[in-house]
T-cell receptor, first 115, second 113 residues
Framework: AQKVTQAQTEISVVEKEDVTLDCVYE???????LFWYKQPPSGELVFLIR????DEQNEISGRYSWNFQKSTSSFNFTITASQVVDSAVYFC????????????WGLGTSLAVNP | DAMVIQNPRYQVTQFGKPVTLSCSQT?????MYWYQQKSSQAPKLLFH???????NEADTPDNFQSRRPNTSFCFLDIRSPGLGDTAMYLC????????????FGPGTRLTVL
């Protein structure tokens, strides 16, 4: 069975601190995709990144970076120099490959960045 | 430009009064999804369409129905809303600009009084 675990329910930091959101996944598939989505208070789910199971390269996008490690089944997300606008719920998700793909969601991590 | 559009953004209905939420997509993708998301929870998949093939999740109540008249549009019908159906309803599809990525609409916040 597929499963995504985000052990951190809530995190609170002060602006400019670095923060890492953890994501651990379980799957028996050899081909799969991992995602991070941001959900601000407005409610819309904003796509941040997708990684496929064959690409373990870490990625950096501005203040955001992602560390994908198949050996530990983890796909962690780091925000450097956090800002108040980063306050949101962040979801990690996993999908299989193929035509009828579905997302398996973690429970989300609520991040509060305080001024 | 918006790729997945949902209307209305906010909907208030009375207990037992049918309500329809709409979703349209400009990505021309053959798969569309409806999710329900309650406060402080992850999105929960209700059903999805693969072309015109309707795929219901096993635990989706019969009270929830869906229609997909064409590739672009999909509707969520709640036949007799209960108080427990108060939630955000999200529509999604896969597609460009990044393939193998699911894109979401802004959601409809439904309140059942």
């Amino acid at each position: 069975a597929q499963k995504v675990t985000q052990a951190q329910t809530e995190i609170s930091v002060v602006e400019k601190e670095d923060v890492t959101l953890d994501c651990v996944y379980e799957t028996r598939d050899t081909t799969y995709y991992l995602f991070w989505y941001k959900q601000p208070p407005s409610g819309e789910l904003v796509f941040l990144i997708r990684r496929n199971s064959f690409d373990e390269q870490n990625e950096i996008s501005g203040r955001y970076s992602w560390n994908f490690q198949k050996s530990t089944s983890s796909f962690n997300f780091t925000i450097t120099a956090s800002q108040v606008v980063d306050s949101a719920v962040y979801f990690c998700a996993l999908s299989n490959a193929g035509n009828n793909r579905k997302l398996i969601w973690g429970l989300g991590t609520s991040l509060a960045v305080n001024p | 430009d918006a790729m997945v559009i949902q209307n209305p953004r906010y909907q208030v209905t009375q207990f037992g009064k049918p309500v329809t939420l709409s979703c349209s997509q400009t990505l021309n993708h053959n798969v569309m999804y409806w999710y329900q998301q309650k406060s402080s929870q992850a999105p929960k998949l209700l059903f999805h369409y693969y072309d015109k093939d309707f795929n219901n999740e096993a635990d989706t109540p019969d009270n929830f129905q869906s229609r997909r008249p064409n590739t672009s549009f999909c509707f969520l019908d709640i036949r007799s809303p209960g108080l427990g159906d108060t939630a955000m309803y999200l529509c999604a599809t896969w597609g460009a600009p990044r393939t193998d990525t699911q894109y979401f609409g802004p959601g409809t916040r439904l309140t059942v009084l």
